[in-house]
């Protein structure tokens, strides 16, 4: 019940539900990521605390996958793909209810004002955090396993950006579901549906049966020993290509994270409302994927991974630099909506040409030991380009135009209005939602990537050890194939 690969090996039809198991439930996990990020003030408002804190929702995700990120390597090379998936999709589930959980108005209300709340919040953010690598390191395990040669840099690129495709939903829809702090548990409710019929798809589509990963030639087999897999850390790990390889990614990925959690406290101060930003946000990643996928399509057929990423990332560069100078303006909402698409057309697609690119020059080691440096390299950067917000900012005394208050204006709002109001003693709770500029924080954006590029185009030079190894086992093939006639002739 499978099609014939090109070199004589069974292509299940099954591959594709497993495709799609894994880009939903990698979707999901994105939207746990950033629910709260488009709507910062009303998430501050609900909880009790302060928009530094909701920060915190999102950097739970980078330390959890710091945390987290060898383990599961470990468990992905030596335990398998469906253990590890099934790890990671049953914990963004949980995670998903628990988070629910904490609206709940005895949950939410039991001591002082919501802080209870927030702190249930946050339990269920790390558990969905502690998926995220499971999930994010399977791609290029997933399409060396179980896709042709030709289908592997499309099967990465769908996986891979799914991710970021959570992001772009949740930037449209959290600002759309929630126009006030009592809006908060609908949209957390919402939000755990994706992650249900993910989980159960990942648990049919995955299940052991007679379904077997295809015979790579030359490559090691699905599940490795612990021993080979510290073999293969080490030899990873003294790689000069690949050094250069994930410092080039961690910057170029950690920042394009830091610059969706940040996004509307960017653009706030300047009249620019959550809706705006979001979908802003949004319509970078969409039109990411479409760059995303015509990258891959130019990477199956010419293998150009350093030529493909030589110009995206220059030209990903030249488009943040132009968000940059206009996010500090008024009335510019064509100018940022346009730098922003062309920064994700540009920026997405390094994500296949990486993820593929690692796998290359790391072979025959194996595909997760790769992706999984690459991924938590680029969330710890991503940590600390989060973290330099709050350190670079500074208050902006007087801006007309504020939309990062709730209302557009002002600190404080009516208890009434908060779903503890019974709890609450004044007339008026005060939330820090004081504008920052975060211009300092923009130049330092713009000057570290374009470092990078010139660490990229001039150190990085790669050698394809995978691809010369499947076009020397096809040689040996088509020798083999001319001896067995020559003799069948005589």
């Known amino acids: 019940m499978g099609e014939r690969g090109e070199s004589s090996t069974h292509l299940y039809k099954r591959r594709w539900l497993m495709l799609l198991a894994l880009f939903l439930v990698n979707v999901s996990n994105g939207m746990m990521w950033l629910s709260y990020a488009p709507i910062p003030n009303y998430t501050a408002t609900f909880y009790g605390v302060s928009e530094n804190d909701v920060d915190w929702f999102s950097l739970v995700f980078f330390i959890t996958s710091l945390l987290m990120g060898l383990a599961a390597i470990v468990i992905l090379d030596t335990c398998g793909l469906t253990t590890s998936l099934y790890l990671g999709a049953s914990c963004n589930l949980i995670g998903a209810v628990i988070r629910w959980i904490s609206t709940i108005p005895p949950v939410l209300c039991s001591h002082d004002y919501q802080r209870s709340g ?27 396993f179980w896709f042709g040669p030709k289908e592997r840099a499309f099967c990465t690129s769908i996986t891979s950006i799914a991710n970021p495709v959570g992001l772009a939903v949740v930037n449209i829809a959290s600002p759309y579901l929630v126009s006030s702090p009592g809006q908060v548990p609908l ?30 030639p030359g490559l090691h087999e699905e599940k490795q020993s612990f021993r080979s897999f510290l073999k293969g850390l080490m030899s990873v790990l003294r790689n000069k290509s690949f050094c250069v390889l994930i410092f080039v990614w961690s910057i170029a990925a950690g920042l394009f994270n830091a610059l969706i959690t940040l996004l509307p406290q960017f653009l706030c101060p300047y009249g620019y409302t959550n809706n705006q930003s979001g979908l802003w946000g ?12 015509v990258a891959s399509c130019i990477l199956d057929h010419t ?57 290359e020059i790391t072979y ?28 670079l900012q500074s208050p ?16 404080s709002i009516s208890s009434s209005l908060l779903p503890c109001a019974a709890n609450t003693t004044s007339s008026a709770f005060e939330v820090d939602t004081t504008p920052q500029d975060l211009t300092y924080l923009g130049i330092f954006y713009s000057s570290f990537v374009c470092v990078l590029f010139m660490l990229f185009l001039f150190l990085f030079w790669p050698k394809y050890k995978r691809l010369d190894s499947e076009m020397a086992t096809k040689k040996m093939n088509g020798v083999s194939g001319l001896f067995n006639n020559s003799k069948t002739s005589m």
Not at 118 to 144: D, E, H, R
Not at 286 to 292: A, M, R, S, T
Not at 368 to 388: D, F, H, I, N, Y
């Open 396 to 411: 902006l005394s007087f801006v007309p135009n504020n939309q990062c208050s709730i209302g557009g204006g002002g600190g």
């Open 282 to 293: 949004a319509l970078m990643i969409f039109i990411g994927l479409i760059g995303g996928t």
């Open 187 to 216: 949209m957390l409710w919402i939000y755990i549906i994706p992650a249900g019929i993910g989980c159960v798809l990942t648990l049919i589509s995955f299940w052991p049966g007679r379904y077997h990963s295809l015979p790579v």
């Open 364 to 391: 025959p080691i194996g595909e997760a030991t790769s992706s999984g440096l690459l991924w938590t390299a680029s969330q710890l950067v991503g940590l600390v380009l989060v973290l330099l917000a709050q350190v």
């Open 303 to 359: 293998k150009k991974f350093k030529e493909v990423g030589v110009v995206t990332l220059g030209l990903a560069i030249l488009c943040l630099v132009w968000f940059m100078e206009v996010a500090r303006l008024e009335h510019q909402s064509v100018n940022i909506a346009f730098s922003l698409c062309m920064f994700g057309f540009f920026a997405l697609p390094l994500i296949p040409v990486c993820m593929e690119l690692g796998v």
């Open 118 to 144: 927030y702190m249930v919040a946050m339990i269920g953010q790390t558990i969905t955090a502690f998926a995220q690598p499971f999930l994010l390191f399977a791609p290029t395990k997933l399409a060396s």
